[in-house]
């Protein structure tokens, strides 16, 4: 996979603190940096995923009774 230098500005802490971790995980900074960032996207995506489902659950009655009228309403205009 080709690689892409990436320049960012951060305190001096932060620098430690990811140098540090990336070195206990046995990772370079820039594979931990990676790692960050496919970590934080993958679960955005369950979080949005597990969202929908909420709101499908929650709300399913909704789009149920307006699909019904629909139909309902379908039919009377085929006569």
Request: glycine share 8%; no cysteine.
């Amino acid at each position: 996979m080709a690689k892409t230098q990436l320049g960012a500005r951060v305190d001096d802490e932060i620098v430690e603190l990811a140098k540090a971790r990336a070195k206990d995980r046995g990772m370079s900074l820039g594979d931990y940096i990676g790692a960050l960032v496919r970590e934080d996207t993958s679960r955005l995506r369950q979080r949005g995923l597990d969202a929908a489902r909420r709101f499908l659950d929650e709300h399913q009655s909704v789009f149920d009774d307006a699909e019904d009228a629909d139909q309902r309403s379908a039919g009377a205009h085929a006569a």
